[in-house]
């Protein structure tokens, strides 16, 4: 794998740097872009850098190129006009890489475990895509919803049909009734008296409908009185100012909690040397040495008691800045969490504003629907009440046969509306076979749904035991006596002897080691990255513990690259047996 890159970060001069399978140490002198170099491979493997991010600041071009397997992945980056133009090919785009391909002081998930939080329930949801696959459920649910509605209306225009069936069924019989009754006389008075009577029935049919659809109307438009006042309740809530006055605090918290941590993570390491220096001049005191271990200087054995007074007084002072820069990380930490917090409650809102407009767009959609059919039963009405009113005296005068005629025309023409709202509307049987088809593709949503829940359910519990298994093996490996675990609050527990210990009571390497197993966890379960690398300067391991994590590392990612502050420029291939995976 052969690695080019020019004006990428601190990097200004071309840099071509061939890595082979294993672990590649790479060793430069500090400021001399070995993170450059690192975040210029992160790139690759996600657009979240941004090209502004990539491109040096005084430069106006840059590229970072990589040859694998036969294939060549780039970004090349131009500043035209101060604006940044980029043509890429990546070897794949997951932002997970951020988090899973580069183990750093910046890692977002180590800096969380430095700290003591011991919550992992959004490392867990970002790289499983928990997330995403609960937005697919979702979406798969309001298909479940709508088929559900549909096979309603299917249901309800089914029903509607078998009415009509029957209707034109019952005007087919009074007409060959009235074509029989046609035949007699004697049916003047009675058949005069059953068109008056079915008149009435029918006008006052069409009146109730009336009725029934202006009340239906006056429901709808009571529930989008109230629909508006409860989405303008929650825009006062939810407004943008808000929500950019949030996401500006949490970047200057971001912006804090990185140079914090830097500070942090400074004085750890001076503590550190403090302690293996002052417990070095002890034991020379002890042995009341007359040569210094640093030098070979004559010294006086009364000295060791004066340096041990200055060093001490030096660790407590260094102890003190730790305590109060840690004080801060931890405020910023909560209130972080709190805006946080808060950030997802505006996104809840605004969620449920868009689906309270939704609903109000069904209803208004409903209302125009119920005010067409009120218009039109009203025309019907109109022109019902004009013609009985016009045909009352003739029925009184007019032959028989003629009343009987007319009233059978009226049936027929009665018959042929129905026919037509059968034909519109569908006959059961189509209609059934549609519910047939629905009901099908209910049951396979159903599925979908189902199967989604249950991946759901699989990506939380593999995150758990596979954390559990690499975690107890690595530290047995590791020789820390530790065993860890992630209860069913996505918490980090860690104990020692069965007894529950403080995540940040642990030392800096034991919480280090911590954060890269939920890493290599992760990398286990749900990424796959081609390669993976490791900022040695900020790991507090000793060699032989630092080499079994490289080793576990070359056995579940191809490339293993370590970057190392020194005073030369080198590229060390170091071929190790892999240490084998739990």
Known sequence: ?????????????????????????????????????????????????????????????????????????????????NKIMESSKLLLDDDRALLLSYF???????????????NVEWFISATSKINELKSKKEEME????????????????HKEAI???????????????????????????????????????????????????????????????????EIKNKESLASPEIKQSYERQLQEINTQ???????????????????????????????????????????DPSIWKVRIDVISKELQEKNSLYAGIKKEADELLSKKSEIEKKLKELDQISSEISKLKMSRSELENRIESVKSTIDDLERQ?????????????????????????????????????????????????TILNKISEKQKELQEVQKIVDDLEKEYMRRLTIAREEFVKIANYLLKELEFDLRAEIDENDRLVVKRNDATLELRKLSSSERTTLALILVLTALKSYFKTPFFIVDESFMTFDQR???????YLNSITDYVIITKSDENIELLKETMEPLASS
């Open 1 to 81: 794998m052969k690695v080019r890159v020019y004006n990428i970060g601190g990097i200004v001069s071309p840099l071509e740097v061939e890595l082979t399978k294993g672990v590649n140490i790479y060793k430069a002198p500090n400021a001399y872009g070995k993170t450059s170099l690192a975040k210029a491979l992160v790139s690759l493997l996600t657009s979240a850098i941004k090209p502004d991010d990539l491109l040096n600041v005084f430069a106006n071009s840059g590229y970072v190129e990589l040859d694998l397997d036969g294939r060549t992945y780039y970004r090349r980056i131009k500043r035209v006009k």
């Open 104 to 118: 750093s002081p910046e890692n977002k998930l180590l800096n969380q475990i430095m700290s003591g939080e011991e």
């Open 142 to 157: 309001t298909k479940l919803h709508n088929l559900q509605a549909e096979i309603d209306d299917l249901n309800r225009k």
């Open 163 to 229: 009415e009509l069936q029957t209707k034109i069924k019952q005007i087919e019989d009074e007409v060959a009734r009235l074509e029989k009754e046609k035949e007699s006389d004697k049916v003047l008075n009675k058949t005069t008296q059953t068109i008056s009577i079915t008149n009435e029935n029918k006008l006052r049919d069409i009146r109730e409908k009336i009725e029934v659809k202006k009340r239906e109307l006056e429901d709808l438009q009571n529930r989008i009185a109230r629909l508006d006042q």
């Open 257 to 299: 909690l990185q140079k914090i941590t830097s500070q942090r993570n400074e004085a750890e390491i001076e503590i550190r040397l403090l302690e293996k220096v002052l417990d070095q001049i002890r034991e020379s005191e002890k042995q009341h040495l007359t040569t210094c271990y640093v030098c070979g200087s004559h010294v």
């Open 381 to 429: 009405r109109r022109e019902m009440e004009e013609r009985f009113n016009r045909n009352a005296e003739l029925y009184r005068v007019y032959d028989i046969n003629d009343s009987i005629n007319k009233r059978i025309e009226e049936l027929k023409k009665k018959k042929d509306e129905y026919e037509y709202e059968l034909a519109i509307n569908g006959v059961p049987s």
């Open 545 to 551: 513990r630092f080499d079994k994590i490289v080793k």
